[in-house]
């Protein structure tokens, strides 16, 4: 602050000499203005002076160090875009290597469900195969035992029929008609206990 006040009464000191230097001067006489004068040339100098350097500490300094500031923060925001800039495409070359890297797990993945569908589908039609032929493989062994059983009926039937027309032959004497007569008496038995049983 001291400063400033000396600097103040500097340049009022400064102003008031020209006002004094035409006091010298006689009263009634013009002065050109333009006319050289060495003590306002000097004053106008100081003047100048004193107002450059009050101007440079006060107005000047104040507005170089803004714009200084302001120019460095600019560069900075340049450099910063340029970084982001940068940060920006890695980062989208890295995000399109993903997403290629992605797609590729998609595909083998998709591959891979296609292999595990077509060996199901394997698989099952073999178990299906392999069931169908232990299916025919129990109604073949069904149907022989049915047939087996069916045989072993009829074979009894025919000794039945054979025992029971030995007997009725032993009775009779056995003519040609009584034969037929006998085997059909004896065929009609046999159906009589066959239905009963």
Do not use: C, H
Not at 64 to 76: I, N, T
Not at 98 to 115: N, P, S
């Amino acid at each position: 602050m001291t400063t400033f006040v000396r600097t103040a009464g500097a340049i009022a000191v400064v102003l008031l000499l020209p006002a004094l230097a035409p006091a010298a001067d006689a009263p009634g006489a013009q002065k050109n203005i333009l006319a050289p004068d060495l003590v306002n040339s000097i004053v106008t100098v100081v003047v100048f002076g004193a107002l450059l350097a009050i101007l440079y500490t006060f107005a000047w300094g104040p507005i170089l160090k803004g714009l200084q500031a302001r120019e460095e923060a600019q560069f900075q925001a340049i450099a910063d875009a340029k970084k982001a800039k940068e940060e920006a495409a890695a980062l989208r070359t890295q995000l399109a290597a993903e997403l290629a890297k992605a797609a590729d797990q998609v595909r083998a993945i998709m591959d891979e469900a296609r292999r595990d569908a077509d060996a199901l589908k394997i698989a099952e039609r073999e178990v299906g195969i392999k069931e169908a032929q232990a299916e025919r493989e129990r109604a073949s062994r069904d149907l022989a035992i049915e047939r087996d059983a069916l045989l072993n009926e009829v074979s009894q039937r025919a000794v039945d029929l054979a025992s029971i027309m030995a007997t009725k032959a032993i009775r009779q004497q056995v003519t040609i008609e009584k034969q037929s007569s006998l085997v059909s008496e004896s065929i009609a038995e046999v159906n009589t206990s066959a239905s009963r049983a």
